[in-house]
């Protein structure tokens, strides 16, 4: 009679610790007075195109680039990037050519 094989219990649980997403805001983004004017916004464009906006209440950071594209990394949640997707847009509505 064969052995049987004993085997091991996986456990196969998971905990989502980051959501990357993108979105395009159909627009131009002026990155240097969004950095000279909006509080937690840096833009550095000789070491990176995009302007670095880190939403601290939302715990989220953005990367916003000229031609309105964004991505959205440190999100725990659809809802969390949403949120944060609609308070960029509030920071930038007096920034948008």
Known sequence: MP???????????????NI????????????????????????EPEQFPGAI????????????FKNGKVICSGAKSEKQIEQSIRRAVELLEDFIE
């Open 20 to 43: 990357v997403a993108s979105a395009n805001l159909n627009v131009e983004l002026d990155l240097f007075n969004i950095a000279m004017e909006v509080d937690n916004v840096e833009y």
């Open 53 to 64: 906006m880190r939403l601290k209440e939302i715990g989220t950071t953005l990367l916003l």
């Open 3 to 17: 052995k049987k094989k004993k085997h091991k219990r996986i456990n196969m649980s998971f905990k989502v610790e």
